[in-house]
């Protein structure tokens, strides 16, 4: 039953230095002979091929290395193969496009591992947790990418929906009902419609490839007197996802930042160069003017504090200054395990405060907690759209659904034809704007129509 | 009493369902009884004096092809017959034919009479007899009792029926017969869950009263075809129904008397068709819209009766007759039985399985409106699969499941199984998603192969369809395989024709996929071509030029296929399955589908849910392995 060919990005949606895209299905070989520079290999099973990744001009997108694992020799059982490539969102996004656009689709929440599983590739004690793997992965990838899309565009997708219903419903209408005068949508009325769709899908696609990269997440800086653990605490930080990360040049002087995912959610760290060099550098004063940078630049500001000491002057001048954006302060309470009583908690005028160590590891579960959940909260209303691969690929098909459709339309090709593309439309957008089904054009015939003889 | 005569299958109810299925059992060799509580009103048309139209021409021919009467019968009784839809795509054509009702219900009763192996009594079925989960008989309101071995209940509208006109209200099965008040308490005792639907139905006018000269006829068409691929010398009249429209007035009038509706007055609660509203609700709901279309239709030969198409209705008597009146060409019209509202109890069919046997009772099956439908055609199509699966039940085979990708009769009995129903179902072309390959052209070539192997259709029969469907085949490969060049002269018959030249080496099925070509132009351009009748040109044209996206369906009926193979164990444990929300796990164990496929159409059952049914059922499988 799995002839369909999945694919994803293997090594997760963050920056690394290598990036494998899986593909896994009876048949994939094809779409990499399609996509592959060199065409006369036979890809034989457990082979290494170093090569070049085409586009659909014959463009060189990257140099990689492909993995051959011939079933039953693979992870899923099933024949398949891993694209190595030079990491970077970009790039392997780009070569995951690819692979899509050539007939694979994209891999659901932990559906390499449920096929591992149906093809007999892992014992029985752990089908429990492979279902536990996916129920709890897919509720939580459902909800962020519904988060994001219906944050973003709520209006949109609300009224491509509205549109596609209401074409869906006026094309049957005109089927399952003769001798009525039932519908006075002109062509051109229904033409504006798909025009219109057309349009909506364009401006998302459009705002999701403007200006920041597609997996920039909130900005995040930290802040703190010297030797407060702020560097110790940002390779905590980092560690949380083992995702580290190659340097994205920053914007001004030479600030640097890096991408890292907490819980599967992207973050950006800001200004991780001036934190590391605190530690063995004499600028050490930096620490207030990093501050008013912080308050500037980023969305989440952790306020470092040293529980093994009592607050100092240069805390309470930190404190002063982030007051006013206090609701973007988390107030990190550090050297829990040295706390030594003398600072008393209530003296710090921030909401969010988290107790830590960086030296234990204890109090990281819950400030991760608490960074997703923000993050979450975040996503809802922000305008940073976020999308991944398979969405832009959806939106593109959508987009040429609809001229398809514009023709015919234009054409008079018999609607039990249009209906045909119409619903390919709902299909193909249905992870977008939810699944329509025949019930919901129901209800829109009969609501817009004055149907029944 | 106990009859003394023993019975294979008991129908209840002598219904458009119910004709079916009796008639269907005693072709297949059992012994049947059909019980109904006024043998007069077998095959009544309790609504429209109509067979077929969109959709509906589909159940027709289906239930044609798999033996049953409703083609034959409407072949013999029919006014009038058209196509509908002719104007769009094959997939969508539609056979409908007015119906003289009188001769249609008199021509069903006389077929049934002389059906061997069929009984019919006159009386109401009270109860269902049941033992150790199996049904055994059924009692009579005189206390007589049948013993059986499966009963199919087609109680239509019957059960606790309750008719409203205005604010009068009483029971009735229908408006002028008596209604089955206890059968649904037997129903519900056997732990059946029953609901209440409603549905009208119009005024019946006194055709000396309309004046049909201010008023447009509508024919049938000219030369029309039967609805039965057996009628032959078919030869039937044309009698025109009439359009009329409502106008300005006439909604004022109901909209003032809207207090007089049981509907809008709160007497009646239960939910009705949303696609074959009232003209109350017409109006209210679309009060931009300036007139609606009405249409006379003859109610039999003579035409006394007419049936006023479109004006559903269950406002008071007095309403009923001024808004006739405002509506031009009815202005002295005079009422010979008033439009009323229904409402009823019905079934929850969810608690069937495919076979239409109840999950609960082995040997019990439901068909026809019980089941939360409307309409004569979806009646006799669940009939007729009701009374097939009665006499494979008795004879311990397989029953008959046709499948989403087969018929409409598949997309009926599917859709009520899986997902139920809030409002009576009717059929539309929009709820088959394969419907470019389910067309009424294709019954017999879709269905001819089981109908032959369960018998219900004679050898000669398959084996012309076989042949004509060889043929199809061959004249399609033919056009595939026979090219045209782009010479002077060629190219030259082509522009004669009006229609492109070609540039290069061009088979005939290309010529043939362009909109302005069919079949018998190409024979113009090429003589030698072959002459093909009339049904086989139609179907080459088809399949030809549809093929494209005949293709796209056929893929999706192969992802669809797999997933229907995919059986769920009969006592597959959801309790189990580690990860489902609660409300999902409570529907599969409620609906209890048959295969992964028939989960995923059920309503909020999510991809993920989905892949962890598949991942314990693998497990479990495994586990029986592992342990044999
Ligand atoms: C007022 C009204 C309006 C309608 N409007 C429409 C419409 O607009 N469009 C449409 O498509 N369809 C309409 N219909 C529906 C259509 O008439 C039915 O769907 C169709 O006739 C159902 O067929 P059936 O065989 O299920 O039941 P029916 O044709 O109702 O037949 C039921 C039979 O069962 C018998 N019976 C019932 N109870 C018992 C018992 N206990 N013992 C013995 N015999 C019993 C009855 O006497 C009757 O003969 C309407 C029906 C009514 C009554
Ligand atoms: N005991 C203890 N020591 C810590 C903790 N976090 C940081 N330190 C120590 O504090 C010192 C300063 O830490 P560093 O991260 O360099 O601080 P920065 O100057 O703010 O970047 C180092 O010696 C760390 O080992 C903690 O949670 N507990």
């Known amino acids: ?453 | 009493m106990f009859y003394p005569k023993r019975y294979d299958v008991v129908v209840i109810g002598g219904g458009h369902a119910g004709c079916e299925a009796s008639l269907i059992a005693a072709r297949m060799g059992m012994k049947t009884l059909l019980i109904t509580i006024n043998l007069d009103s077998i095959g009544a048309m309790s609504c429209n004096p109509a067979i077929g139209g969109l959709a509906k021409g589909h159940l027709v021919k289906e239930v044609d092809m798999l033996g049953g009467e409703m083609a034959r019968n409407i072949d013999e009784t029919g006014l009038q017959f058209k196509i509908l839809n002719k104007s769009k795509g094959p997939a969508v054509w539609s056979s409908r034919a007015q119906a003289d009702m009188p001769a249609y219900r008199l021509r069903m009763k006389h077929i049934m009479e002389h059906q061997d192996n069929l009984d019919m009594k006159q009386a109401t079925v009270d109860e269902i007899l049941e033992e150790n989960g199996k049904v055994v008989g059924v009692k009579t309101n005189i206390g007589n009792e049948y013993l059986c071995s499966a009963v199919v209940v087609t109680t239509g509208t019957f059960m606790k029926g309750k008719v409203f006109i205005g604010l009068n209200e009483y029971s009735a099965g229908r408006a002028w017969e008596p209604p089955s008040i206890k059968l649904s308490d037997s129903l519900r005792s056997l732990g059946l869950r029953i609901g209440r639907l409603k549905t009208g139905t119009t005024p019946r006018l006194d055709a000396r009263t309309i004046n049909f000269n201010a008023l447009e006829p509508q024919f049938g068409d000219e030369n029309p075809a039967p609805f039965s691929f057996k009628t032959e010398n078919f030869n039937r009249p044309n009698i025109p129904c009439y359009l009329a429209y409502t106008n300005e007035k006439t909604h004022n009038i109901i909209l003032s008397n809207l207090d007089q509706s049981p509907l809008y007055s709160g007497m009646v609660s239960s939910l009705g068709p949303r696609y074959c509203p009232s003209i109350e609700d017409k109006v209210v709901r679309f009060y931009d819209k300036p007139r609606h279309q009405i249409f006379l239709e003859p109610q039999d030969e003579g035409s006394t009766e007419i049936y006023a198409d479109g004006l559903h209705t269950s406002l008071g008597y007095e309403v009923q007759l001024a808004f006739l009146r405002s509506i031009k060409g009815l202005e002295d019209v005079e009422i010979m039985r008033p439009g009323y509202a229904i409402d009823y109890d019905f079934v929850d069919p969810t608690q069937l399985k495919h076979s239409l046997e109840t999950k609960k009772i082995h040997g019990l099956f439901l068909a026809g409106q019980i089941n939360g439908t409307s309409g004569y055609e979806e009646a006799a199509a669940q009939g007729i699969i009701a009374g097939i699966n009665a006499a494979l039940y008795i004879q311990d085979r397989d029953p008959l499941i046709l499948r989403r990708d087969e018929a409409y009769t598949g997309v009926l009995i599917d859709d009520l199984v899986t997902k139920g129903t809030k409002e009576p179902y009717r059929m539309f072309t929009s709820r088959a998603e394969y419907r470019l390959l389910l067309r009424e052209d294709n019954t017999q070539l879709r269905l001819a192969k089981k109908a032959y192997d369960l018998s219900l259709i004679d050898k000669t029969d398959f084996e012309r369809i076989e042949e004509t469907e060889q043929k199809i085949e061959e004249s399609v490969y033919k056009l595939k395989n026979t090219f045209v060049f782009p010479t002077a002269a060629f190219n030259q018959k082509l522009k004669e024709l009006g229609t492109e030249i070609i540039k290069t080496k061009t088979d005939l099925a290309k010529l043939l996929r362009r909109v302005e070509i069919q079949y018998d132009t190409l024979k113009k351009l090429i003589p030698d071509l072959g002459e093909l009748n009339s049904f086989i040109k139609q179907e080459v044209e088809i399949q030809i030029k549809y093929e494209g996206y005949f293709k796209l369906q056929y893929q999706q009926i192969e992802k669809f296929r797999k997933y229907e193979s995919l059986i769920i164990p009969k006592n597959f444990d959801y309790n189990k399955v580690g990860g489902l929300s609660n409300e999902v796990r409570g529907k599969l164990m409620d609906i209890r589908p048959e295969s992964i496929g028939q989960a995923m159409r059920m309503p909020g059952v999510t991809p993920a849910a989905v892949s962890l049914l598949l991942i314990y059922m693998k497990r479990d499988e495994r586990k029986i392995k592992s342990s044999a």
């Open chain 1, 1 to 453: 039953m799995h002839d369909d060919i999945i694919a994803a990005i293997a090594t997760g949606y963050v920056e690394s230095a290598i990036a494998v895209i899986r593909v896994s299905g009876y048949g994939c070989y094809d779409i990499l002979k399609k996509i592959f520079s060199r065409k006369k290999i036979n890809f034989e099973d457990k082979r290494i091929y170093y090569g070049h990744i085409l586009d659909e001009n014959g463009s060189i997108v990257d140099e990689v290395l492909v993995s051959i694992f011939r079933s039953p020799h693979s992870y899923t059982g099933e024949d398949s193969f891993e694209i190595s490539c030079h990491g970077g969102l970009m790039v392997s996004n780009a070569v995951l496009q690819i692979v899509l656009n050539n007939g694979a689709r994209m891999a659901r929440p932990g559906e390499f591992t449920k096929r591992a599983f149906l093809n007999g590739k892992m014992d029985l004690s752990q089908a429990e947790a492979v279902a536990k793997v996916i129920s709890a992965k897919s509720s939580r990838a459902l909800h962020i990418a519904q988060l994001q899309l219906k944050g973003n565009f709520s209006n949109e997708i609300g009224e491509i929906r509205k549109d596609i219903l209401l074409l869906l419903a006026e094309n049957e209408v005109n089927i399952d009902y003769v001798d009525e005068e039932l519908s006075d949508f002109s062509k051109e009325k229904r033409l504006s419609m798909v025009n219109n769709i057309y349009e909506r899908l364009s401006s998302i696609l459009r705002a999701s490839q403007s200006g920041k990269s597609l997996f920039d997440g909130m900005k995040i800086s930290i802040v703190g007197k010297p030797n407060v653990g702020k560097s110790s605490l940002l390779n905590k930080i980092i560690g949380i996802d083992r995702s580290i990360v190659t340097d994205i040049p920053g914007t001004t002087r030479d600030v640097v930042s890096e991408q890292i995912t907490i819980k599967g959610i992207p973050f950006t760290l800001l200004d991780t160069a001036g934190i590391r060099k605190s530690s063995d550098d004499v600028i050490e004063n930096l620490g207030i003017e990093r501050t008013v940078d912080a308050i500037k630049k980023s969305d989440i500001i952790l306020a470092l504090f040293d529980l093994s000491s009592q607050l100092n002057e240069e805390d309470y001048d930190i404190i002063n200054r982030l007051q006013k954006n206090s609701n973007r302060v988390i107030a990190i309470l550090n050297k829990y395990d040295k706390k030594s009583g003398l600072f008393n908690k209530g003296i710090i005028p921030f909401k969010r405060q988290i107790q830590i160590s960086c030296k234990t590891g204890y109090g990281l579960e819950e400030l991760a907690n608490e960074l997703e959940e923000i993050a979450i909260g975040n996503i809802a209303d922000s305008d940073i759209v976020s999308m991944n691969a398979s969405q832009i690929t959806i939106l593109k098909q959508g987009m040429k659904l609809c001229k398809d459709l514009l023709n015919d339309i234009k054409g008079d090709i018999d609607p039990a034809l249009i209906s045909v593309e119409i619903t390919g439309l709902i299909d193909i957008l249905d992870e977008i704007i939810g699944k329509i089904t025949t019930e919901d054009m129901l209800d829109v015939m009969f609501r817009n129509f004055c149907v029944g003889k």
